[in-house]
């Protein structure tokens, strides 16, 4: 049976004081290579969203916000 880590909107606009420590630690957990597939899903927002009307935040628009280790590891991606 395979297995699959997945890993739900660890972006950079979701990094704060209370969450600074998770990209270290599931990093030690993707090399640990115990998963045979990798996959994080990444949050778009868009300027005509909710969060930007509502809330004035703008985060995950365009590049702000892009996965942290999109570029490090070779994994699927799910866009939502």
């Known amino acids: 049976m395979s297995s699959l880590l997945l890993v739900i ?3 950079n606009a979701f990094i704060n004081e209370h969450t600074e420590k998770l990209p270290d630690r599931i990093k030690v957990i993707i090399d640990n ?5 990798v996959a994080f899903t990444r949050f778009i927002n868009f300027e005509d969203s909710i969060f930007v009307k509502e809330l004035n935040w703008r985060g995950c628009i365009l590049k702000i916000g892009f996965h942290l280790f999109e570029l490090e590891y070779n994994v699927y991606v799910l866009k939502k």
């Open 9 to 11: 909107d660890l972006q």
């Open 33 to 37: 290579n115990k998963y045979d597939y």
